[in-house]
């Protein structure tokens, strides 16, 4: 056993850390590790192709945490962070380096609870038949006790919506969410942190290592650019080159914690959502605003993965399938970028792509941050996805699109697609032919937007079937009638 | 009575161990395979040094280095361990390296330097039919209930044909995506004995072919499976390759080698459910009843047999599926693909088999505007109307009481009302529902698999340790192996523990698959235990006549009784463990062997017929759900379950083994569209592109009910099989999801629907029955 807190006192003080990060190497007055359930583990380096999931099962014989897939597609490799913000979040722990958590605590399965002393979703678990195989679990009970923190016992389905189990169909282990959510407000007064034996009390702060660089500033990041390492943010998809393809760069810059990066707020009359700012904090951000763009959020990735993964990320990885873009170019966001000297370019997003992956950012530059000008229309914007699975799921075709009318005349129009061409596209010509007529007079549209589609035919659909949802959705966003216009509206 | 898991604590708290979890000699070694992206090609030259060369490499083989049999073929041959001259698909490993870490092994494996002259390659159903190709002899089997008549099934009056449909239909295959992904950890030991830890549900198998790839005799080599982390079928005979490549590095470094497969390897290079091409007919007279039906069911199996001759077999089996018809000719092809050999997956071929006659009657219903529930009904097997198409006459007939029940119970007619009343007020969604039944044959259709052992201990202190053949993959069956040794004995669950299957405790056990398992090994250990508790019986009975002294007789045998972990005849009693320790300084011995065969199983492949089933396992299911007509997005809203599990063994158990079978049937059907490309690769590769279903994907409301009935077959406490048979009560929602795209054309057509139905398979089929064309929008 190592050195055991039974307080929760972390080695670092995080507002003096915060405070003096302005350096431009990395401070190094601490001894480096990270908490792994209640033990302090020194590390000296987090080498760059090694996961947390690899960490914990390799070196620390933590085995209760398993690999079902090495993507962050299956939750069976689940683990709980707490992180510096004090929060308790699962995460995917193949596919989040273990630099990413240095200073953090990391509570797996064996912390959650053992066979002596379970946490209340174990014993409901046992209790209710949610385990078959067993191999899918320990990813379970992490994702449950970390829904027990975070959700509702009405939506235990989307707390393990990022957790494949191919034996039980399921219904057992939701039925243990929600009996734990009674236990835990039963025996722990409602505080479902306390159920987690070795949670230390004091919030963790954020460690660098000499091969995972993370900078707490731009100051910093453009000094730990310095050698032309990758950059990475949540890692929840750049990280599949090292756990599917066993690349092993010479080390990381972690642009996930750089402060400026992670501002999301209004200057003046722009809204500013900063690179490094998480699918998770933009569905809090959403709540308020569009129950659209929080549903389609819902359905986006998994908790373990919005809980990583920044906007940043998904706009920089020029993916044509991402559900960003298309809401920022439906919002009309421009994109800022910067080299590693700090001299920034504005650009609206929709000139960002050149083809296929391919952007105008530079080798050398990142993506500061994304600004959308003039009030926001909430009510204007309507966000679709139409995937394979519901939950979880890359989009066939996601349309987003800003609408505003006077009247039964559209007065302007913002139209964008994901999953119809190359890139993200916005649609001009469709939105010329929207505007200044009534929203039922939409055949000229649907005829522009035939012909601005350039889909393809691969494993999630066919192209006709993208060319007949970019239409489909184009209806749907044009039709204001009261009745409803998705399935979920129908349902709830 | 539902006890947990027996592992359920060890499931959620992380301490039940799987191979890759198990602790390893310091110097284990860790396995890749290289391949070449052809599907089918001969290797002109395969270049391994920068292999050799890469950082942490200690061994690479070739086919060449085989020193015993390089074919791992279950049952018939045609699987080179490693590709030997020749590629047959895309993936096919060419050599397997070992080296010191995993990520070593992966990278030094992509260094291949390979040359291959592609061949012309076969990668559809209907090239194959085309060209010819197949794995195995095609076989037809024809029945007509005129010329089998014998004296107690008159023929049947003639029937005059009054509607008749005939179709195509292509049904999808399906990844098994057990959680845990394939792996096997070989430890040599003395005397140039090997153990293998490998995640399969055929150790015997393993053993066997690990000591033909080695040259080995089979006491050389002993395989141990604790548990799977999943198999589905899809860790019958796949499993064996790898504990083969690790038993082959172990061999020739002397250490320990682990060979675990990354998701991406797992799916390209396993086999899967197969793909089904069927073309059909089928005909009825004007009461409905059926008058006959024709079939060609045409299997992919991939470039080598594999099980395919059982798998296309059981398709032809279960065409046919709980109905009667008088006139009936199948014909099934197994045909051969320049793909991964396709393999076990729960349902073995029934579920194909029966999703083409559920279709079929579908069709048959709408075009002789018919119930489709009435036409189902009309046509169950009942007395005088129960001999199938392979001669085997069915003796049990619950399914039109289970029908009529849960069409009742779930009032199915009243929510049909309401769905149709839905229907006509909205024009973006429309409801389906469906209706439909399931009958499964229980047994292995190779007669010799039906067989298995058990060898149960009584140690001194009363503790009940418990061995058998089959293998734990979740469903339960050593929970289910517990309570059997616990009611035989009188003792409490907690006194019995099942170990980990091991070829060296029960030898020549057959896999753990067909549903057999409780049913096969359930009887092998009560026999065990029985004959142990006959010598604690005859030791008890003469103890208690020796303390009630010369003035009684000593107490009969058969008079012992053992309950709540006593032992007692007349007034005199024991505790269980007293009685254990006593008849162990008395020399009773306390271990047994238990086996079990099944009986009256027998079948003609070529003729088709015979009896190939012990009995049959039933099932009904009813859905209903909503789809959106403007992009064929859809929810299941509910389903009602009635399914028959004999006296249940263990209600938990079967329960999960119900909902769980339901829900892969679902994916199977709605979500998991297994593709390849034009190349012959496999293009849904990873569980970001091939989409099993999540916790929203479970029907909004699911009841689950148990169709209570002993099995008329003296199984193990009259209880039936639960695996595979549930899987096939998904039919019903894609029957369902069918009635909803046709209800947006108000029922005039009846649209063709793809099998899996996705979102987009289920809006061209709101095309179809709209009349809109496909490429118009």
């Known amino acids: ?492 | 009575m539902s006890r947990p898991h027996e592992s359920a604590v060890g499931h959620v708290t992380g301490t039940a161990n799987y191979v890759d979890d198990l602790p390893q000699p310091a110097d284990t070694l860790h396995v890749a395979t290289g391949y070449a992206d052809a599907a089918r090609a001969t290797i002109a030259a395969l270049r391994l040094d920068a292999v050799r060369a890469a950082p942490g490499v200690v061994d690479v083989v070739v086919a060449a280095d085989i020193p015993g049999k390089l074919d791992v073929g279950p049952v018939y041959p045609g699987d080179p361990l490693l590709a030997d001259g020749e590629l047959r698909y895309a993936a096919q490993p060419l050599f397997a390296v070992a080296a010191t870490s995993f990520a070593a092994a992966q990278r030094a494996a992509r260094m291949i330097d390979v040359d291959v002259e592609p061949q012309p390659a076969i990668l559809s159903v209907a090239d194959a039919l085309a060209a010819d190709a197949a794995v195995l002899p095609s076989r037809h089997w024809h029945f007509d209930a005129e010329s089998a008549a014998t004296p107690s099934t008159p023929p049947a009056p003639p029937t005059q044909e009054a509607t008749r449909i005939a179709g195509k239909r292509y049904i999808r295959g399906q990844e098994h995506f057990y959680l845990e992904g394939q792996v096997a950890l070989a430890i040599p030991e003395d005397g140039g004995e090997l153990r293998i830890y490998s995640s399969t549900q055929y150790p015997d198998e393993v053993q066997h072919l690990v000591a033909g790839v080695l040259g080995i005799p089979m006491h050389r080599v002993r395989v141990v499976c604790r548990r799977m982390g999943g198999a589905f079928g899809g860790k019958e005979s796949q499993a064996a390759s790898l504990a083969c490549i690790a038993a082959l590095f172990a061999w020739r470094t002397g250490r320990a080698v682990k060979y675990r497969m990354p998701r991406r390897d797992d799916m390209i290079q396993t086999g899967k459910r197969h793909d089904f091409h069927a073309d059909y007919e089928l005909a009825c007279d004007a009461q409905g009843r059926l008058v006959d039906a024709k079939v060609t069911l045409a299997g992919k199996c991939g470039h080598s047999p594999d099980l395919s001759e059982g798998i296309v077999d059981r398709a032809m089996f279960h065409f046919a599926h709980a109905y009667y018809v008088p006139k009936i000719d199948i014909t099934g092809h197994r045909s051969r693909t320049d793909t991964v050999s396709n393999t076990a997956f729960r349902g073995f071929g029934g579920p194909q088999g029966m999703l083409v006659m559920e279709a079929a009657l579908d069709e048959l219903a709408h075009a002789a505007a018919i119930d489709p529930l009435k036409l189902r009904r009309t046509n169950l097997f009942a007395p005088g109307r129960d001999v199938t198409a392979y001669g085997q006459r069915v003796e049990q007939f619950v399914l039109a009481d289970m029908l009529r029940r849960l069409e009742r119970d779930c009032d199915y007619r009243q929510r049909q009302a309401t769905a149709r009343e839905f229907n006509a007020r909205h024009k973006r969604f429309k409801k389906g529902m469906a209706l439909t039944p399931v009958q499964f044959g229980i047994s292995f259709t190779v007669a010799h698999l039906n067989q298995t052992g058990a060898l149960v201990h009584v140690y001194a202190d009363g503790s009940i340790e418990v061995n058998h053949a089959g293998t734990e993959m979740g469903q339960g069956l050593h929970t289910k192996m517990i309570e059997v040794a616990a009611r035989v004995f009188g003792v409490a669950r907690e006194r019995v523990r099942v170990t980990a299957t091991q070829t060296d405790k029960v030898p020549n056990g057959s896999p753990t698959a067909a549903s057999a398992g409780s049913d096969l090994n359930g009887m092998a250990v009560q026999r065990a235990c029985l004959m142990i508790r006959a010598r604690l019986a005859a030791f008890a009975a003469s103890q208690a006549g020796e303390s009630l002294g010369a003035a009684e007789s000593t107490p009969a045998r058969e008079d012992v009784r053992f309950r709540d972990g006593d032992v007692s005849v007349g007034a005199w009693r024991q505790s269980f463990d007293a009685l254990v320790d006593a008849a162990y300084h008395a020399r009773v011995q306390l271990s047994a062997t238990g086996f079990y065969a099944t009986p009256e199983v027998h079948f003609d492949k070529e003729a088709g017929r015979g009896k190939p089933f012990y009995y049959y396992a039933h099932g009904a299911a009813a859905s209903e759900v909503v789809i959106d007509v403007t992009t064929g997005e859809y929810r299941i809203l509910r389903v009602d379950i009635l399914h028959d599990v004999g006296a249940s063994l263990q209600e938990a158990m079967d329960r999960g083994q119900i909902e769980g079978g339901y829900v892969q049937g679902l994916g199977w059907l709605t979500t998991e569209e297994l593709l390849w490309d034009d190349a012959g690769r496999v293009i849904s590769n990873s569980p970001a592109n091939y989409k099993i279903p999540t916790a929203h994907d479970r029907p909004r409301e699911l009841n689950i009910d148990l169709y209570r009935a002993d099995n008329p077959q003296p199984t193990i406490r009259r209880s039936k099989a639960v695996g595979e048979p549930p899987l096939m009560l998904a039919i019903s929602t894609w029957c369902a999801l069918r009635d909803a795209a046709s209800a947006a054309g108000e029922h005039a057509v009846l649209p063709r629907l793809a099998a899996p139905a996705t979102p987009e398979a289920v809006f061209w089929a709101v095309r179809e029955a709209t009349g809109a064309s496909q490429d118009a929008s």
């Open chain 1, 1 to 492: 056993m190592r050195q055991r807190t039974a307080t929760g006192d972390f080695p670092i003080d995080s507002d003096a850390d915060q405070n003096s990060a302005t350096s431009a190497s990395v401070t190094d007055d601490h001894e480096r590790g990270l908490w792994i359930n209640a033990d302090w583990v020194a590390l000296d380096d987090a080498p760059p192709d090694v996961s947390l999931l690899q960490h914990l099962r390799e070196q620390e014989r933590l085995t209760g945490t398993k690999e079902g897939c090495a993507s962050g597609d299956c939750g069976a490799c689940s683990v709980l962070v707490h992180a510096a913000d004090g929060g308790v979040h699962a995460v995917n722990a193949c596919i989040t380096p273990l630099g990413a958590v240095l200073g953090a605590q990391v509570v797996t399965v064996e912390g959650i609870g053992t066979p002596e002393a379970m946490h209340p979703v174990q014993r409901a678990m046992v209790e209710l038949h949610g385990s078959q195989c067993g191999f899918c679990t320990p990813g379970f009970v992490a994702a449950l006790a970390a829904h027990t923190i975070n959700g509702t016992a009405e939506g235990i389905a989307d707390g393990i919506a990022g957790n494949l189990c191919r034996c039980t169909g399921y219904g057992p282990i939701l039925a243990a969410g929600r009996i734990a959510f009674d236990v835990i407000a039963r025996e722990h007064a409602a505080v479902a942190r306390d159920a987690l034996p070795v949670l230390g009390a004091a919030a963790p702060t954020h460690l660098a290592a000499p091969r995972y660089r993370r900078p707490r500033d731009r100051a910093e990041l453009h000094a730990a650019m310095r050698d032309g390492w990758p950059l990475i943010a949540g890692g929840t998809d750049r990280w599949l080159g090292v756990s599917q393809q066993f690349e092993r760069p010479p080390g990381w810059v972690d642009v996930s914690v750089v402060r400026e990066l992670m501002r999301l707020e209004y200057e003046r009359d722009e809204l500013i959502i900063g690179s490094a700012v998480t699918v998770a904090t933009l569905e809090a951000f959403a709540r308020e605003r569009s129950s659209l763009l929080t549903e389609m959020l819902r359905r986006y990735g998994s908790p373990q993965i919005r809980g990583r993964a920044t906007i940043g990320g998904n706009v920089g990885n020029a993916s044509p399938i991402a559900d960003w873009p298309p809401v920022l170019l439906a919002l009309g966001a421009d994109i800022v970028l910067s080299d590693a000297r700090g001299s920034e370019r504005r650009l609206p997003l929709a000139e960002y792509w050149r083809g296929y992956r391919e952007t105008v950012r530079a080798a050398d530059e990142y993506i500061v941050e994304f600004r959308v000008s003039g009030p926001i229309d909430w009510a204007a914007l309507k966000v679709f996805k139409v995937s394979k699975r519901e939950d979880d799921d890359i989009s066939t075709v996601l349309g987003a699109f800003y609408l505003q009318r006077d009247g039964a005349i559209v007065n302007k129009a913002r139209v964008a697609f994901g999953g119809v061409a190359a890139t993200p596209v916005r649609l001009p010509a469709v939105e010329a032919a929207l505007v200044g007529r009534a929203a039922d007079d939409a055949g000229d549209a649907l005829v522009a937007l035939d012909t601005a589609l350039a889909p393809i035919t691969d494993v999630r659909a066919s192209a006709d079937y993208r060319r007949a949802m970019a239409a489909a959705l184009l209806l749907r966003a044009l039709d204001d009638a009261p009745e409803p216009q998705t399935l979920q509206e129908l349902l709830d």
